[in-house]
């Protein structure tokens, strides 16, 4: 099973290592930040305590979610990306850095965070490695902590490669990521569908929560 999500991390992480998406999109920082929007009314309903960013790319949320945390873990399979955040957020004293996997939380402890949020990179993951990260996401979860996911609402041809899909998304649908998050003990507290740069309906936000017991 390993074996499988490392060759799926492979094929997924590979195309965005050499990529001028990170630089870009520091202009569209503020979609997520923004109070109207689907994703800050949501992520406010994080308790951040200790707060775990996956696939952070360069940074540009972190830096502005860092000094609302109490302390926060920075992680990306790509480790150029973990080294731009270390030089980028180097005087915040409450973040600490991961370079990981690629489909779980390693090396971080179980029950270990209070909250996690993921924003345009889940929409990218094939599903054994969104299903991966949402059983991992039970196990570092504090029990009543929250993780809030940006993933695809794309069912996508299996025949191609995602990169061919609308805006890369790789296959998922709103209904597949609440069964998994289901099968993996979490509970979902909201879900929607949204537009993406003009796509009815291209991606889903989902909030889920590892009960209380």
């Not at 503020?30 to 696939?55: M, S």
């Not at 926060?72 to 480790?79: G, P, R």
């Not at 993933?151 to 069964?179: C, E, V």
């Amino acid at each position: 099973m390993t074996d499988a999500l490392a060759a799926s991390v492979q094929e997924v992480a590979a195309p965005w290592a050499d990529s001028d998406y990170y630089r870009l999109a520091e202009q569209w920082t503020d979609i997520f930040w923004n109070h109207d929007g689907p994703f800050r009314p949501l992520y406010d309903q994080l308790d951040k305590r200790a707060v775990i960013e996956l696939a952070v790319g360069y940074g540009r949320h972190a830096e502005r979610a860092a000094p609302h945390c109490g302390t926060l873990i920075v992680m990306d399979v790509i480790e150029y990306n973990v080294k731009i955040c270390r030089l980028r957020l180097q005087k915040m004293a409450n973040v600490g850095y991961v370079v990981n996997n690629g489909f779980d939380y390693q090396p971080v402890p179980d029950g270990a965070v209070t909250g996690i949020y993921c924003y345009d990179a889940m929409v990218h993951f094939s599903p054994d490695l969104v299903e991966a990260y949402l059983a991992d996401t039970f196990r570092v979860l504090k029990p009543g902590g929250r993780a809030l996911f940006h993933h695809s609402n794309y069912l996508a041809p299996d025949d191609r490669h995602y990169g061919q899909n609308p805006h890369a998304r790789n296959s998922m649908s709103q209904d597949l990521f609440a069964a998994l998050a289901g099968k993996a003990g979490l509970i979902v507290r909201h879900s929607d569908v949204i537009t993406w740069t003009g796509v009815a309906d291209l991606d889903g936000v989902t909030l889920v929560e590892k009960p209380a017991r």
